[in-house]
């Protein structure tokens, strides 16, 4: 079976930390930062577990801020 | 496979859309607005559409459109935009004038030129942000506050004796002859965005193509005057304001067109 490998790409400065990624995301990728803040004093998102990420795009979707990029490589067994 | 490996342009599947502006928006965490902008600009790239869109602003949070999508705007007098869209689209045809406004722009103050330019059936696409609430200014009642809601002037919750009834002006844009295409939509999960943009582009199609006014209603939250977390509030908006404000197509096109 092709195996799916996802990468996101988070702009922290431009994150207004409202959380919407996080609860989007299918297979829990996502958490805001605990106590770092970027310049304007909000908890970005960051990658956790970016191990689980599937491309799916489904944070970079729901974003209001269009601060998450998305990469995906699908690998097909030889 | 490292993330070093994944992150490689040629695998990109989602980046910031080249119409919107590089600036930070004025918007609150988690507003709907955010999401909605970053729809319209990707349809404009997609539909390449850059060059012959005119956007209208309205008064309201969304003011500033114009600082963030990078395509003509008019900015319009609070609730007039359908009338400055009226004319920017008669006097050029070939362009797709859309107007972007939210509920107290296009169901309160903005009544009377909402009604009657969808009734003229001009041609133009409206985009119509409800999220039951003055964003803006603090939280007011607007028209489309439901029942038993809490806002800055109705403290003890909307009451029908004291304020009416919410209003459904999306229904009633669909029962006028001038309309080709009315629904309803919200952007509170990656499927629901994907059906909005779908919709959004049938109705850019439909004022390009002279079919009448489209009318895209997007069921929004306002995280600050419902005084929620944005999590909260698309929960909120799922348990409440989809039973006044159901989703889908209130009215469909023909494939005929109007004149």
Same mark, same amino acid.
Request: proline share 6%; glycine share 8%.
């Given at each position: 079976?092709?195996?799916? !490998?996802? *990468?996101?790409?988070?702009?922290?400065?431009? &994150?207004? =930390? $409202?959380?919407? %990624?996080?609860?989007? /995301? #299918?297979?829990?990728?996502?958490?805001?930062?605990?106590?770092?803040?970027?310049?304007?004093?909000? !908890?970005? *998102?960051?990658?956790?577990?970016?191990?689980? &990420?599937? =491309? $799916?795009?489904? %944070?970079?979707?729901? /974003? #209001?801020?269009?601060?998450?990029?998305?990469?995906?490589?699908?690998?097909?067994?030889? | 496979?490292?993330?070093?490996?994944?992150?490689?342009?040629?695998?990109?599947?989602?980046?910031?859309?080249?119409?919107?502006?590089?600036?930070?928006?004025?918007?609150?965490?988690?507003?709907?607005?955010?999401?909605?902008?970053?729809?319209?600009?990707?349809?404009?790239?997609?539909?390449?559409?850059?060059?012959?869109?005119?956007?209208?602003?309205?008064?309201?949070?969304?003011?500033?459109?114009?600082?963030?999508?990078?395509?003509?705007?008019?900015?319009?007098?609070?609730?007039?935009?359908?009338?400055?869209?009226?004319?920017?689209?008669?006097?050029?045809?070939?362009?797709?004038?859309?107007?972007?406004?939210?509920?107290?722009?296009?169901?309160?103050?903005?009544?009377?030129?909402?009604?009657?330019?969808?009734?003229?059936?001009?041609?133009?696409?409206?985009?119509?942000?409800?999220?039951?609430?003055?964003?803006?200014?603090?939280?007011?009642?607007?028209?489309?506050?439901?029942?038993?809601?809490?806002?800055?002037?109705?403290?003890?919750?909307?009451?029908?004796?004291?304020?009416?009834?919410?209003?459904?002006?999306?229904?009633?844009?669909?029962?006028?002859?001038?309309?080709?295409?009315?629904?309803?939509?919200?952007?509170?999960?990656?499927?629901?965005?994907?059906?909005?943009?779908?919709?959004?582009?049938?109705?850019?199609?439909?004022?390009?193509?002279?079919?009448?006014?489209?009318?895209?209603?997007?069921?929004?939250?306002?995280?600050?005057?419902?005084?929620?977390?944005?999590?909260?509030?698309?929960?909120?908006?799922?348990?409440?304001?989809?039973?006044?404000?159901?989703?889908?197509?209130?009215?469909?096109?023909?494939?005929?067109?109007?004149?």
């Amino acid at each position: 079976m092709a195996k799916v !490998h996802g *990468a996101v790409v988070i702009d922290g400065k431009r &994150c207004k =930390g $409202c959380d919407l %990624c996080v609860v989007a /995301c #299918p297979t829990d990728v996502l958490l805001l930062q605990p106590k770092e803040v970027n310049d304007r004093g909000y !908890h970005y *998102a960051y990658a956790a577990n970016p191990d689980k &990420c599937i =491309g $799916c795009a489904a %944070c970079a979707t729901v /974003c #209001p801020d269009a601060c998450i990029e998305v990469y995906r490589v699908v690998e097909r067994p030889a | 496979m490292t993330t070093e490996e994944i992150i490689q342009p040629q695998n990109k599947v989602y980046s910031r859309p080249r119409l919107l502006d590089e600036r930070d928006t004025h918007y609150c965490p988690g507003c709907s607005h955010g999401v909605v902008h970053k729809i319209i600009a990707e349809l404009l790239d997609e539909m390449g559409l850059e060059n012959k869109t005119v956007g209208v602003a309205p008064v309201g949070c969304a003011v500033f459109a114009y600082n963030y999508i990078d395509v003509d705007w008019v900015e319009a007098a609070h609730g007039r935009a359908p009338a400055v869209a009226t004319a920017a689209s008669r006097l050029n045809p070939q362009n797709l004038v859309f107007t972007y406004q939210g509920d107290g722009d296009l169901a309160a103050i903005g009544t009377a030129e909402t009604i009657h330019a969808a009734n003229r059936g001009e041609n133009i696409a409206m985009i119509f942000i409800n999220n039951g609430i003055y964003g803006m200014t603090g939280g007011q009642m607007a028209p489309t506050t439901l029942l038993g809601m809490k806002t800055a002037t109705t403290p003890y919750g909307r009451t029908a004796e004291l304020n009416g009834y919410p209003l459904p002006i999306s229904n009633i844009l669909a029962t006028l002859d001038g309309t080709c295409y009315v629904t309803r939509q919200a952007v509170h999960t990656p499927a629901a965005v994907r059906k909005t943009k779908a919709a959004i582009k049938k109705a850019f199609e439909n004022a390009l193509a002279k079919r009448g006014t489209s009318v895209v209603e997007v069921v929004s939250t306002c995280n600050s005057g419902w005084k929620l977390s944005p999590a909260k509030s698309n929960e909120w908006m799922v348990e409440h304001m989809f039973e006044k404000y159901p989703l889908g197509d209130l009215k469909t096109p023909s494939e005929e067109p109007k004149n």
